[in-house]
Every structure is written in structure tokens, then in C-alpha cells.
């Protein structure tokens, strides 16, 4: 008589536990509930203990101040702004700031870094050594002492207005700022910008084929006259026929300042170029790694085919470096964005200095103000990563054909 | 066999005398093969000669050669008084150079701030030169023992009971202190802990040792309180308002770096737990302060922790820092410690099991020193972060060395053209030598755990 056979045991169940509890069997689980009871009783004692300090300092809390009148002025705004504007006005003033610097900061710090990088590779002895001096100089001092260093002392010793230093005539530094000339739009701006486009898409279109008659012939067009041509000639033929597309406004010394042109701030200045060279020292080594990362041999069978020193380094080095390179260059950006938020030490207005320095201080909002300044570089972080992340997904595609 | 002269042929004149081979190596070497082989880098080298020469010679005029180094206020360093273009202007360094230092910590309580800086240096020295032995109990003194030492040092106060007042005040039902009844609760807590060493080690044969470090510690924590007079009130009070400088520099970084400790290590467990809900709120809490500034989590820290503690209760404005510093730092070590334990081969954790070691011992005893051991230069390249990071404190209006600096440019007494240059240059050779040898320190551990090289 044969042993009735067991039931197979309730499967949905049993994986429910499983992934309840992690595979870690019963004591996980209780260890998961006590846990997660006492982060719901921390919650609740901050919620509470939050609500009742708010009460006894009568703040109202909600997000109802945004719509109030902010009543202080800002230094720089890229869109309209006065006094009488809303908070909510401010925070968008505060977040363009900062995506301008950011924007800056990205591009001259990549430039700087790549050609430190390539400076402190190069067989030049000297050259290699100047370029290790400044990522050991730069790397090794505090961001904030940088940012002070360039606007309280470097910029602020810079002559007044009266003796500004000149830049070819057209560009002005002085104590105050950096003033350029500033470009108003012309009638024929529009004829002029649609010229360029065109430019653009043609040369790009040529790009594309020139490349796909590479790779399924093996020939190589010349394009780069006609590149040349299309990029320089179209927008020229448009300012021949219907006129220049911007008009200059110089900036004139009138009294003790000047007038007329554009007036860069000084911390921007200071912002711009502490960030840019503090963040190029750092991309100057993810740079120089990656580069180091690509085996010998891919110089060598580069030179055997017969390719320059730079078409090795564009078509066989670096697409291979970028891959290493990405992900941490990604950080050293991130960085760079978190690391505009010490504009509020020399009185940059950018978000966190007009929204959580001075409306926090006027509204007493701190809750609120905090947690969507921290939402707002939260969310920019996440989204620099995502492109970075598609950038290096497309650069291992491309490898991998 | 003649004589052979058709077979054999032997030279009857000397051969010619090669060229010498080029000398590659020394200062010549260097020239022909690094600097001056092809007509690019001859220019190169003439650039970055001339840059190099743009750079250091204003740098050395201006610290050194030009430099006045006696006075007593701002005349010295004027250029009319000192007849030639003035440099740095070290009078004013040598003025305010206590007051970088120690901020506006009382003159006469200064030797505590001494004090303090020489243990530190006593502890930390050898725990950084790998023969020295007895790793463990130093580094046990300088995480563990240290911290609180230092307290009561810089800070001052005494303690009015021990371990069972603080039970029974967290109950509310505290008796009212004095010096025999501190000393009763010691005794006890001290007989009470070593008892309990002793009983977890498994009764006396096995127990033995744990009890009597157990003992000891009690006995090196008697000795402190009667040293400091802890036990009647103790030194006097210094505020931390009245901390600044380097002072403030260091006890920020180092406090950072102690307690970002245990919190990267358990964020990073939590982080490769199996348990579903712990890795989900250690992924979030990781990223949460990975993405966010840290001037944001200072902010926080000083704005925020006092809306959500009890309104009776009110803590430090230094101390509100130390722990935003800290849970910040944590994540962020959290994630270096994360690597190290994803390094540690499957296999070590299945032996500690096979051996029917706890989850706790297998971690703590096999798989955490590993991991520890693997990411320690790492680790050291976030702390050089965190000991710059430091600076952010004046921005929520402590002062520390940069902005004790700050605070010092104000003064009219010292308005120079020079004196923000003397001032940036003294402090900035201050953080770049401790940030350098770190940095070295780091390459130096990294070449001697490279298991290639060993």
C-alpha cells in the first residue's frame, strides 16, 4: 500500500513569504516589522514634535506663500523679475541661475580637463609635470577657499571701472563685473538664424552619408569644403541680402561706470571659473584613467594601419576611453551642479541663495523650502545622470556593431 | 693544414669607433629624449617653461623675497614704509594666528585645545605606521575613547551620575546628585558590565578575557574622570560659540569621519541585505543624500532637526552640523563600503556558514574586516572630501578656519593691499598640506595592500 502522495505545497503563498521576507525565513520578517514600526513611530514623533513647534512659532506651514509678493530684489535675473513678483517667481529665478552656471561651469570645466588630461600625458616632461602641478595644487584646496579667493581677492582687487582693463577695446573687466558688448536682435536676425539651421542640417546630412558610404564601401568622401562652405557662406549670403542680424551695443566709459553693453557680475565670474577649474582638476583624472584604461596595442595597431597621431587618439583612444571615462565624469558633473549652491557664500543669486537663504529667512517656511530645494537638485540630479546614462548606453551600442 | 691564412682571417687594424649611444637617462637624457626631440615639443617645452616661469617667480617674490615679516599694524606693510613693492605681510598672520587657530576660545583655557591636539596626534601617529603593533586596542582608543575624552576636554562639564542615573532620568526618576552616590553607580554599572562580558563569553574559563578588558576600560574610565574631576563638575564650561579656526576644522572633520563610520557600515549591510524593506530604505536614504548639496543638508540640519525634536528640547548649533555632516559622509562612505563587501568572494561567507557562525559573526569577524582592508584608500579619498567639506560650516555661521579668516579680513587695523593674499596664501598652505598627506597616505596603503606587488 503506497503512501498517499503529499500535496504539493500552496506555491503562491509560499512566494509571497519568500519575497516578503527575502529568503531569510521568519527572522527577517520580524525583523522587518520591528523595523518598520519604528520608523512609522520616528515619523509619527517628527511629525507631531514639527507640528506643534510650528504652531508655537505661528507658522502657518503649506505652500501658500509661493503665490505671496517676495518684496527683495535680485542681482541677476535671465527673466523678468521685480520686486513686487511672488516667491514662486524667485525659485524660478534662483533654478535658472543656477542651470546657467552649471551650464557654464560644465563646458569649461570639460575643456579644461580634457586638455590637462592630454598636457599630463604628453611625452613633454615639462608640460607633464605643470599640468600634475595643477591637479595637485587644485584637488587639494577647499571649493569654498577657491570661490573666496578668486572674489575677495583676485576680482575685488581688479581697478574700478574708470581703469578697467581692456580686451581688444570691446570687452571691459573691472571691480564690478566683466562688461561685453551686448547683441540686439536686427530685422534680418530671423532670415539669419534660419540660414544657420539650414547650414547645420545639410552639413549634418552630409555627415550621415559620407559616413555610410564609409562603411558599406570603404570610401571616403571629402566633405569638408563643402561643410566649410555651407557653414560659413549661407549665413554670410543672408547678412549680404538682407542685412546684419544683430547690432552691437558697446559698452562706453560715461563717468564712473559704463554704459550701455552687458554687465557679467562679478560672482559669476568668481562662480564661474572656481567651479570650472576646481572640477577640471578632478575630470583632468577621470580623463587621464580612462585614456590609460585602452590597451597599448590599440595605439599600436592604429599606427600599423597607417593613422596619424590624431586620428589614433579621435577614432581609436578615445571612443574606447569614453566608456570608462562616463559614468565618473557623470559624478564629476553631478558635483558640479551640487557644488553651485556655494554661490550663497559670495552672493550669487542662484536658487539656494534667493530661495533657501533669503526667502527662507523672510518667510520662516523651512520645511517647506528646504524640501523643495532638496526636491529640485534631487530631481536635476537624476536627470544629468539619465542623459549621461543614454549618452554611455549609445557609445556601448555603437561599440558593440 | 699549412698555415691556414685563406681560412682564417685575422684584423690587423682596429675597427673604426662607433658614435656613442645617445644617453638616455639624468638631467641630459631628460633634455634629448623628453624635451627637446622634435621641433612641437621644443615649442611645448618653451610654452610651459615660460608659464611655469609667469607663475613661480611672482609666487616666491611675493611670499618670501618681498614678503615683510616684523610690524605691528598696517604701516609696516605699506609700500611707502617698507620702501619696495610689499609682499605677503606676515605681521598680520603672526596677529591673528591664535585666533585662526582657537577662534575666540578663552586664553587661559587654551592648554585644553593643546592638549587635546597632542593626544590626537599621540594616537593617530601610531595607528598610521603599519609596523607598530597593538592596531586594534590604538585604534579602539582613537574611534572610541578618544571622541569623548575630547568632549570633556574642549568643552568642559562634568558628569552627575553614570549609566543607571541615565536609565533612571530617561525614565523621569532621576535622585538628586552627589559624589558617593556617583561613584556607588560606577561601581555598579562597572560590576554590572564586566559580570555581563563575562556571562556572554561564555562563563569563566572562556569569558575570562572579555571580562578583564571589560575591567580594565572601567578602571581607564575611573582614571579619566578623577584626572579631569569629572566626578565634581569638572573643567569649566567653554560654549562652542566661542570655538573657531582650526580647532573648528578639526573637530568637525574628525568628528565626521568617526561617525560616518558605523553609519556607512550599516547603510551598506542594509544596502546588501537580503531583507526586502531594509535594502529598499537603505537605497533611499543613500541616494536621498547622494543627490542633494551639501549646504542643503547643513541647512537642514540647522533649520529642520530643531522643528522635529520635542520643543523642550534644544541642542547645539555645532551639534545639529555634526550630525547632518555625518549622515551625509555616511552615505556617502556607505557606498565605498558597499564595494569593498561586494569584493569579498561568495566563498568566505559560505565557510563562516559552514562553520555555523551567526549572521553577525560571520559579518563582523570574516566579512567586514575584508571589505574594510579592500576600500580603505577609498575611504581615505572621502575623507580628504569630507576635511574639505568642513569649510561649508560658514556658511550656517560657525567659524571655522576659512571663516575665522574671513572674519579677520574686517579688521581695520591690518587693511593692506596685501593682507587677503597673506591671509589666503597662510591658510591655503594649511589645507593643501593636510589634504596632500592624505592623499600620499592613501597611495601609500594602496601600494602596500595591492596583492600584485606584495
Redesign the interface.
Known amino acids: 500500500m503506497a503512501a498517499a502522495p503529499r500535496p504539493p505545497p500552496f506555491r503562491p503563498l509560499a512566494r509571497l513569504s519568500r519575497?516578503?521576507?527575502?529568503?531569510?525565513g521568519w527572522k527577517?520578517m520580524v525583523?522587518?516589522v520591528v523595523?518598520?514600526a519604528l520608523?512609522a513611530w520616528l515619523a509619527y514623533?517628527?511629525v507631531t514634535?514639527?507640528q506643534?513647534?510650528?504652531q508655537?512659532q505661528r507658522v502657518a506651514s503649506g505652500f501658500g506663500f509661493l503665490s505671496s509678493s517676495a518684496g527683495f530684489g535680485v542681482s541677476q535675473a535671465l527673466i523678468s523679475y521685480s520686486e513686487a513678483d511672488s516667491y514662486f517667481r524667485v525659485f524660478e529665478v534662483g533654478l535658472l541661475n543656477t542651470l546657467l552656471v552649471s551650464a557654464i561651469g560644465i563646458v569649461f570645466a570639460t575643456v579644461i580637463g580634457f586638455a590637462v588630461a592630454i598636457a599630463r600625458l604628453?611625452?613633454?616632461?615639462?608640460?607633464a609635470r605643470?599640468a600634475a602641478g595643477y591637479v595637485?595644487?587644485i584637488?587639494?584646496?577647499?571649493?569654498?577657499?577657491q570661490l573666496?579667493?578668486w572674489y575677495?581677492?583676485v576680482l575685488?582687487?581688479l581697478p574700478n571701472p574708470r581703469q578697467s582693463l581692456s580686451v581688444f577695446g570691446v570687452a571691459f573687466l573691472n571691480n564690478r563685473g566683466f562688461v561685453v558688448p551686448q547683441m540686439l536682435a536686427e530685422p534680418g536676425a530671423r532670415v539669419f538664424m534660419v540660414a544657420i539651421v539650414v547650414a547645420i542640417i545639410a552639413s549634418l546630412a552630409m555627415v550621415i552619408v559620407a559616413r555610410r558610404r564609409l562603411y558599406r564601401r570603404g570610401e571616403r568622401l571629402r566633405i569638408w569644403p563643402f561643410v566649410l562652405v555651407l557653414l560659413i557662406g549661407l549665413p554670410l549670403l543672408s547678412i549680404v541680402l538682407f542685412g546684419a542680424p544683430v547690432r552691437f551695443d558697446m559698452p562706453v566709459l560715461r563717468g564712473f561706470n559704463f554704459a550701455g553693453g552687458m554687465r557679467i557680475t562679478t560672482e559669476l565670474v568668481a562662480l564661474a571659473i572656481s567651479l570650472s577649474t576646481y572640477t577640471a582638476a578632478f575630470i583632468a583624472e577621470v580623463v587621464r584613467g580612462g585614456l590609460l584604461a585602452v590597451p597599448k596595442g590599440q595605439t599600436e595597431a592604429g599606427a600599423s594601419l597607417g593613422l596619424s597621431r590624431g586620428a589614433i587618439l579621435r577614432l581609436v583612444i578615445i571612443p574606447q576611453a569614453m566608456r570608462v571615462i562616463l559614468p565618473p565624469l557623470t559624478n564629476q558633473y553631478?558635483n558640479l551642479i551640487?557644488?553651485s549652491?556655494?554661490a550663497?557664500?559670495i552672493g550669487y543669486p542662484d536658487l539656494?541663495s534667493v530661495f533657501?537663504g533669503t526667502a527662507?529667512s523672510q518667510t520662516g517656511q523651512?520645511?517647506e523650502i528646504?524640501a523643495m530645494?532638496?526636491a529640485v537638485?534631487?530631481a536635476i540630479?537624476?536627470v544629468t545622470s539619465a542623459i549621461m546614462n543614454f549618452y554611455g548606453w549609445r557609445i556601448d551600442r555603437s561599440l558593440r556593431a | 693544414m699549412s698555415n691556414g691564412t685563406d681560412t682564417n682571417f685575422v684584423r690587423g687594424a682596429l675597427a673604426p669607433e662607433r658614435q656613442p649611444p645617445v644617453v638616455t637617462t639624468g638631467i641630459i637624457g631628460?633634455m634629448r629624449t623628453?624635451?627637446f626631440n622634435s621641433p612641437t615639443?621644443i615649442l611645448?617645452?618653451l610654452?610651459?617653461?615660460v608659464?611655469?616661469w609667469l607663475l613661480l617667480v611672482p609666487t616666491i617674490r611675493f611670499l618670501f623675497i618681498d614678503a615683510v615679516w616684523q610690524g605691528s599694524d598696517r604701516t609696516a606693510c605699506l609700500a611707502e614704509n617698507a620702501g619696495h613693492p610689499v609682499g605677503a605681510c606676515w605681521p598680520f598672520i603672526q596677529a591673528k594666528f591664535t585666533q585662526l587657530i582657537y577662534g575666540f576660545y578663552p586664553e587661559d583655557q587654551r592648554w585644553r585645545a593643546n592638549l587635546t591636539f597632542a593626544l590626537a596626534v599621540l594616537l593617530l601617529a601610531p595607528l598610521l605606521v603599519p609596523k607598530i603593533p597593538h592596531k586594534a586596542l590604538n585604534a579602539a582608543l582613537f574611534f572610541i575613547a578618544f571622541p569623548f575624552l575630547a568632549f570633556f576636554l574642549l568643552h568642559g562639564g562634568g558628569l552627575d551620575g553614570f549609566a543607571f542615573y541615565w536609565i533612571a532620568e530617561l525614565f523621569g526618576a532621576a535622585w538628586t546628585p552627589s559624589l558617593t552616590r556617583f561613584w556607588f553607580d560606577f561601581s555598579m554599572t562597572a560590576a554590572f558590565v564586566t559580570m555581563a562580558m563575562l556571562w556572554f563569553g561564555g562563563g569563566w574559563p572562556n569569558g575570562r578575557r572579555a571580562a578583564l578588558s571589560s575591567a580594565l576600560t572601567f578602571a581607564g574610565i575611573a582614571v579619566v574622570i578623577v584626572a579631569l574631576r569629572l566626578d565634581q563638575g569638572g573643567l569649566p564650561i567653554v560654549d562652542t560659540r566661542q570655538w573657531g579656526g582650526l580647532l573648528v576644522t578639526l573637530v568637525v572633520s574628525v568628528t565626521g569621519i568617526v561617525a560616518s563610520m558605523p553609519v556607512g557600515i550599516a547603510l551598506a549591510l542594509g544596502r546588501t541585505?537580503?531583507?526586502?524593506?531594509?535594502?529598499a530604505?537603505s537605497v533611499m536614504f543613500i541616494e536621498?543624500w547622494r543627490?542633494?548639496?551639501?549646504?542643503?543638508v547643513l541647512?537642514?540640519a540647522t533649520?529642520?532637526l530643531?522643528?522635529?525634536?520635542?520643543?523642550d528640547f534644544t541642542i547645539d548649533a555645532l551639534v545639529r552640523v555634526l550630525v547632518g555632516i555625518a549622515l551625509f559622509a555616511g552615505a556617502y562612505n556607505a557606498e565605498v563600503i558597499r564595494g569593498g563587501l561586494l569584493a569579498i568572494p561568495r566563498g568566505q561567507r559560505e565557510a563562516a556558514n559552514a562553520l555555523g557562525l551567526s549572521y553577525w559573526k560571520t559579518t563582523g569577524l570574516i566579512v567586514l574586516p575584508q571589505a574594510l582592508r579592500h576600500v580603505i584608500p577609498s575611504l581615505v579619498n572621502s575623507f580628504?572630501a569630507l576635511f574639505?567639506?568642513?569649510?561649508?560650516v560658514?556658511?550656517v555661521a560657525l567659524f571655522d578656519l576659512?571663516g575665522q579668516l574671513?572674519a579677520t579680513?574686517a579688521d581695520p587695523v591690518w587693511a593692506t593691499?596685501t593682507t587677503?593674499?597673506t591671509g589666503?596664501a597662510f591658510?591655503?598652505i594649511i589645507?593643501?598640506i593636510g589634504?596632500?598627506a592624505m592623499?600620499r597616505y592613501s597611495l601609500f596603503v594602496e601600494r602596500r595592500l595591492d596583492p600584485h606587488r606584495r
Do not use: H
Open positions: 519575497i516578503l521576507s527575502g529568503g531569510t527577517g525583523g522587518q523595523f518598520a520608523l514623533d517628527i514634535n514639527a506643534a513647534n510650528l508655537a604628453s611625452p613633454n616632461w615639462l608640460l605643470l595637485e595644487v584637488r587639494n584646496l577647499p571649493l569654498l577657499f573666496l579667493f575677495l581677492a575685488a582687487a553631478l551640487k557644488n549652491s556655494l550663497v557664500a539656494f533657501a527662507l523651512a520645511v528646504i530645494t532638496m537638485y534631487l540630479s537624476l | 631628460l623628453r624635451l615639443n611645448l617645452t610654452i610651459s617653461a608659464v611655469l541585505s537580503r531583507i526586502p524593506l531594509l535594502r530604505f536621498f543627490g542633494v548639496p551639501l549646504i542643503t541647512f537642514f533649520y529642520m530643531p522643528l522635529f525634536l520635542p520643543g580628504i574639505k567639506d568642513t569649510t561649508l560658514l556658511i576659512l574671513r579680513f593691499p587677503l593674499f589666503f591658510t591655503g589645507y593643501w589634504c596632500f592623499s
